[in-house]
């Protein structure tokens, strides 16, 4: 965590509203409570275990890993049980079940821009932009796999508070639950400044249980498309976080042994893609390391692709935690 920010900083809330429309501000401001290492807090939570995509001094992408191999198995045990239980049951598919036979999944966005004046404050043209982004992503148009994942911008709300938007990751058990809108379908999505070299974060499916306001996704405002942050500008970390919010794993999960990500054709790989190299092998296993796949670590013009495998696991992982 980075030192709280001025605690005295103003703060006006914004409610939701539908796309396009002006919002009333309503003042308020955060909490003078320090007690943010207390779960029970709820002025102050920390967030419960983030992915984190971040830049090294070297322009390189990385994320905090979320999951030992210990607990992605156990993960992966309890999801093959409830995928298992909902087939028998006749209210699922099977887990080997053809993408292309897959219902469409269609995911409404509710944006929370957090900003402070006119920084962050970034336009609904560029928000529109971000989201178009995520739907040519999960929809194959960069050539990779269509997903049948489609996304539709229900709200946006504007928050300027200068407390949150210097230190969201301090305030994100504030801004969450007073912002957080729809249900475990539903996909809030953040957009705020983040310092040192964070990119974004994201919870995964099997979280909203049990804390459903903290579920979404939270991106640096200038990794949107046509934002400042060289290498990283074309709305890829939306992209990768959204990726882990529905269930998705780095391509490196587990390296070079175990079971690596849970999908068959992302083969193994084990160090994350640093720029975007023409040629990378890291695991003697077959196939060459999925530099292009948007779940490693490549800059954002090195990223064009899911897999076949991937979108089946988002189906399957929708299926037994966000259906």
Known sequence: MKPLAAAALLAALVP????????????????????????GDDCARPPAAPEARHRTD???ARDRMDLSPAEAAAVETRLNRILDGL?????????????????PITVPVYFHVIHAGAQG????????????????????????ANAHVSFTLKAVSR???????????????????????GGKSTLNLYSTYIGGDLLGWSTFPWKYKSDP?????TIHYASMPGGSIENFNKGFS???????????YHTFQDGCSGQGDRVADTPAERDPTNG????????????????????????????????????????????????
């Not at 509203?17 to 290492?37: I, K, L, M, N, R």
């Not at 210097?166 to 007073?178: A, F, L, N, S, V």
């Not at 939306?238 to 998705?248: C, Q, R």
Request: one cysteine or more.
């Open 276 to 323: 975007c190299p023409s040629f990378k092998d890291t695991c003697p296993t077959p196939g060459e390391d999925p530099v292009h796949n948007y779940m490693d670590y490549g800059y954002d013009t090195c990223m064009t692709s899911f897999t076949p495998g991937q979108g089946t696991r988002i189906h399957n992982v929708w299926t037994a935690y966000r259906a």
């Open 16 to 39: 939701a509203v539908p796309f396009g429309q002006s919002a009333p501000s309503a003042s308020t401001g955060p909490s003078a409570s320090t007690g943010h290492e207390r779960r």
């Open 121 to 144: 404050n970034v336009s609904n043209a560029m928000i529109q932009r971000q989201i178009s982004t995520l739907n040519t992503s999960y929809g194959g148009g960069d050539g990779g």
């Open 213 to 217: 306001t903290m579920d979404g996704v």
């Open 58 to 60: 070297d322009g390189h």
């Open 159 to 181: 928050t300027d508070n200068a407390a949150w938007f210097g230190d969201p990751e301090r305030y994100e058990g504030t801004y969450k639950p007073r912002l957080h809108q």
């Open 87 to 103: 087939v028998q049951g006749g209210h699922g598919p099977s887990k080997s079940a053809s993408l292309r036979r897959a219902a």
């Open 238 to 248: 939306a992209t990768h976080e959204v990726g882990h919010w529905l269930g998705l």
